[in-house]
């Protein structure tokens, strides 16, 4: 089959590799039909954090058809339609019965997913399979919960966004404008995007955002302050994971208000005695995709939730290379790969 491969830091390409073969019995083997890059796809791209030991495969989102399952799949058949979260699980542990997938103790991540063919461990516990086939106009609606959509939604949960509340939305990548729609989707009144270009706050826009902000640090949190009658807002979603970005959210926060943070935090600190002393509250991390799709599925089918937007750019898998420069250039908000 085709992969995208990583070698090192933005030496990336499509290659093909050994298709995937079933090793255990709970697991399946899902071809793709829809993958993407994701913003955290660009850390190891860029060189930062866990940097590859040689070639290994990369991604994490896709949708797609299974065509084979081992012996103990139960709830899975050839020919579903499936959506993939971005972890694996096997919702039956302590963890996923909690609700927090991630932290499934069987659970974990894929080899890679920017590729035609897929190996998916505890197969029953971690695939959506949908009711029908959808109409290929609705694969980047559907695409968008394998990951991005819901990560935005953990974010608002997390922040504790609620009916006629205030919502501030940190980072306008694919996370952050999936925020501001999670956001509105939760009925907050008033949704401020923070972002410096017109393309993606005007995306914010069309997704519920009432007022963009383009400052940062203290001007960025005057800035909202100003829009609020000189208060902060009630939830901020933090949505990139830089120290920057955190200092952003907690300096638009109100006294009593939450921080709904799921970027992966890269040298962030917090100030704790701040936060004692306004009761500032601080939640999110990884994103239980799996816990949320019953929620989220039937709305996209019914066509009232539409996160797709936030693919701008789709490109054949051969081109995956392209799509990462474009959107470590920030030429493209998130690239969908196909076939």
Known sequence: MRATMLYSPRDICVEQIPDPEISADHEAIVRVL???VCGSDLWPYRGIGNNPDGPRQIGHEFIGVVERVGAAVGDIGVGDFVIAPFLYS??????????VTPSCVNGGGYEGCQAELVKVPQADGTLYVLPAEPAESQYADLLALSDV???????AICARVSAGGIAVV?????VGLSGV???KRLGAANIIAMSR???RAEL???????????????AGAQAVKDILGGIGADAVLECVGTAESMKQAFLSLRPGGFVGYVGVPHDVDLNVPIM???NMGLMGGIAPVRAYLDELVPEVLAGTLRPGAVFDQTLPLAEAAAAYQAMDERRAIKVMLRP
């Open 34 to 36: 829809a993958a993407c």
């Open 90 to 99: 096997c919702g039956v542990c302590v963890h996923c019965l909690n609700g």
């Open 149 to 155: 959509f819901p990560t935005g939604h953990h974010a």
């Open 170 to 174: 940190v980072g306008d990548g694919a």
């Open 181 to 183: 729609l999670a956001a």
């Open 197 to 199: 270009h017109e393309s």
């Open 204 to 218: 914010a826009r069309s997704f519920g955002a009432t007022h963009v902000v383009a400052d940062r640090g203290k």
């Open 276 to 278: 004692f002393a306004k």
